[in-house]
């Protein structure tokens, strides 16, 4: 799992290497110049810089992908080139950007998932309007980016507290925030 800005630079410079074996040396050079992989911008990139020259890596390898399963096996095709793309697609997907810096989505979704069990949690007499808002955009955050035992949680944490928020709050503005993240979860996630 991609969780680093050294990890991102490996999987930059494993692709390099692909490159190497799989294009002629002039190919190779236009390539890497046209990514944005040579070694002085890797070096001044950013950890949001390199996300996106990560982005552009798996977009350049689903074009070559593609092309390459229209033709026969090619001398541009490189063994271990589709693994590499899955398995960096992957580990991207798991990533976004925020304040110019990397999160791991997985982590955000869990410490939403603390802070929303907190918060519903809190007693009727002090539970506000802002805190069903921060429960409808935390529950937002978990349900775009949590795991399916995340959400599962969530939902039943929500269910089992749903009297409690039903007393404070109208009861279609409660409904309408369950049937807006019910929506937005795909149901054979939970």
């Known amino acids: 799992m991609i ?31 046209e ?4 070694r002085q911008n890797i070096k001044a990139a950013d950890e949001a ?31 271990g080139t589709r693994e590499f793309f899955q398995d ?3 580990q991207l997907s798991k990533i976004s950007v925020e304040n110019n810096r990397l999160v791991h989505v997985g982590q955000k979704a869990s410490s939403a998932l603390v802070d929303v069990i907190q918060l519903i949690t809190i007693s009727q007499d002090k539970l506000s309007e802002q805190h069903l808002q921060q429960i409808i955009q935390l529950g937002s955050i978990i349900v775009e980016h949590g795991s399916r035992d995340q959400k599962k949680i969530f ?8 009297e409690h928020l039903f007393d ?3 009861k279609k503005l409660v409904a309408a925030m369950s049937s807006d993240l019910s929506a937005r979860s795909p149901t054979n996630e939970i």
């Open 3 to 33: 969780n680093s800005y050294g990890e991102i630079l490996k999987a930059i410079s494993n692709y390099k290497l692909i490159l190497r074996k799989a294009l002629p040396a002039a190919r190779c050079s236009a390539k890497i110049e």
């Open 35 to 38: 990514l944005g992989i040579k």
């Open 49 to 79: 810089k390199l996300y996106q020259i990560g982005l552009k890596i798996v977009d350049e390898l689903e074009k070559q992908l593609k092309e390459a399963g229209k033709e026969k096996k090619t001398s541009n095709s490189y063994h």
């Open 88 to 90: 960096f697609k992957k």
């Open 155 to 162: 939902f039943n944490a929500i269910n089992d507290r749903q």
């Open 168 to 170: 404070k709050f109208p």
